[in-house]
């Protein structure tokens, strides 16, 4: 079965600090779903990447997907409060199936 | 556009008893999906259905948990009897596959989930 590990599994970054956390898979991704889940809420859905080398951004949100694509990682630019969470990304096993999730990475950000 | 609807949001419960977690995914959505997430993990996949069909519930423990979603639409997921370690949140997903409309990729939809505690 397909492991994914998430690192670091928790951070606590200082407002206006940039920060990465990194997703990798013991298998090839065929896609790679990144979530933000906030404490005692779903799960909410940011951005996926099916090519190796795909690149998408959001706000201040940029994720990637490396060349043999076994490895994504998020990059948040100047963090500000609101991006406190949980990051979990999520591989896809097959068309239509369920997501085979990482343990999670939680993000603090301090003022 | 309404969300995925999920009810009761908080239960406790002591070990032994039988408790039912309600769903309502978004209207048109065929795929829905239960997954259990256990404090500090991610998600695991408990029962997957398409319409009234069961796709996936290799990873459901038959002896205690049953799901239903008769009608297509709404689902019910019951744990019969509880145990200490069934203490999770219960999140209900649903999406449009097999009917992507276009999109290359299956976006799930998360409703808010349930936080079980078993004592």
């Known amino acids: 079965s397909q492991e994914l590990e998430q690192s670091p599994q928790s951070l606590i970054v200082q407002e206006g600090k940039n920060l990465t956390i990194n997703c990798t898979s013991s298998?090839?991704?065929?896609?790679l779903y990144w979530y933000k889940q906030k404490y005692g809420e779903g799960l909410i859905f940011l951005m996926m990447?099916?090519?190796?080398?795909e690149e998408k951004s959001h706000e201040k949100i940029t994720a990637k997907l490396d060349e043999k694509k076994q490895q994504s990682s998020l990059h948040i630019t100047a963090s500000q409060p609101s991006h406190a969470g949980i990051y979990l990304c999520?591989?896809?096993?097959?068309?239509?199936?369920?997501?085979?999730f990482g343990k999670g990475t939680s993000l603090l950000v301090t003022p | 556009e309404a969300g995925v609807a999920q009810s009761p949001r908080y239960k406790i419960i002591e070990k032994r008893q039988s408790v039912a977690f309600w769903c309502n995914p978004i209207?048109?959505?065929?795929?829905l999906y239960w997954y259990q997430q256990i404090l500090g993990q991610g998600p695991k996949l408990l029962i997957q259905?398409?319409?009234?069909?069961?796709?996936?519930d290799s990873q459901l423990p038959k002896d205690r948990f049953s799901a239903e979603r008769l009608k297509g639409v709404d689902s019910t997921l019951k744990i019969q009897p509880a145990k200490l370690e069934d203490s999770a949140v219960y999140l209900c997903?649903?999406?449009?596959?097999?009917?992507?409309?276009?999109?290359?990729?299956?976006?799930?939809?998360f409703g808010p989930g349930t936080r079980l505690t078993v004592l």
């Open positions: 298998k090839t991704l065929y896609g």
């Open positions: 990447l099916q090519k190796g080398g």
């Open positions: 259905f398409q319409n009234n069909g069961v796709v996936d």
């Open positions: 999520g591989a896809d096993v097959g068309s239509g199936y369920a997501l085979n």
């Open positions: 209207s048109g959505h065929a795929t």
């Open positions: 997903a649903s999406s449009l596959w097999p009917n992507l409309a276009g999109v290359s990729y299956n976006e799930q939809f």
